[in-house]
């Protein structure tokens, strides 16, 4: 998961750096047991959490220890790491230096110093559309070994993309461009296209954790903006008849 993908000038708009404002929000997630992904070696490692406590005195927060230990002890060796969340659709990230272990009401857990700035960040540069399970995609997105992954797409924009992957650390980092992958769309259409990760974030399917992976498109022509944005008004058009508007 991620960490979302902004510029500088977003970054410095979507942020604080006020502790207070930090410490509500912090407390926020902890109230609500929202979960969050600690994004680490550059991206190439992630696992889910939830924040446990803060120590405003000594300026620490305790959030729980993983469920794989060879995760566990990467993350005890990492010097930057990213936790990214998305409650109520308004994605959370913030940015820790290393981690220690500790204990916190006799069970393990990971502790960390207090960030200095935290980001909340819910915009829309292109109407998105949730797609019904019918009308779903399937994208092909090249592997360097074997054969394509395919996975689903759940919501399209003429900007981009968002998949669903059934593993909650899918084999790609944020900011990285796939090549070469293929949008096959039921009605017979279908899209070449450069795609890069925007985020990465965990999705809870019943006791299963999956991943929603948001990504843009680089680089397509007006042609293929103009064949999304039929697709995108066809599907508009079919729920508007399914729910009699």
């Known amino acids: 998961m991620t960490v979302q993908s902004i510029t500088p000038e977003e970054l410095e708009k979507f942020s604080t750096n006020h502790r207070r404002e930090i410490l509500f929000y912090l407390h926020q997630l902890i109230n609500d047991g929202e979960r969050v992904s600690v994004v680490f070696n550059e991206g190439s490692e992630m696992f889910l959490t939830v924040l446990l406590d803060i120590d405003e005195e000594q300026d620490l927060l305790v959030f729980d220890w993983g469920g794989s230990e060879e995760t566990n002890q990467k993350l005890l060796g990492s010097a930057r790491n990213f936790f990214v969340c998305a409650p109520h659709g308004v994605k959370n990230q913030f940015m820790t230096g290393a981690v220690r272990a500790t204990n916190y009401q006799q069970r393990r857990a990971f502790v960390t110093r207090l ?3 935290y980001t909340r960040m819910q915009r ?10 019918t009308r779903r995609p399937l994208c092909a997105l090249p592997q360097e070994k074997g054969k394509p992954m395919l996975l689903p797409v759940i919501d399209i924009s003429i900007g981009g993309i968002a998949m669903e992957s059934p593993s909650a650390t899918p084999p790609f980092g944020i900011g990285q461009r796939i090549p070469e992958t293929l949008v096959e769309f039921k009605d017979g259409h279908s ?3 450069e795609l890069e990760v925007r985020n990465i974030i ?4 019943g006791e299963k954790v999956v991943s929603r ?3 843009q498109f680089i680089g397509i022509s007006h042609h293929e903006e103009h064949m999304l944005q039929r697709f995108i008004t066809d599907v508009q058009r079919e729920e508007r ?5």
């Open 213 to 215: 992976i948001g990504c």
């Open 191 to 193: 899209l070449k296209v």
């Open 115 to 117: 960030p200095e700035r």
């Open 202 to 205: 965990p999705v809870q399917r």
């Open 241 to 245: 008849a399914r729910l009699g508007a």
């Open 124 to 133: 829309r540069e292109f109407f998105r559309m949730a797609l019904p399970l």
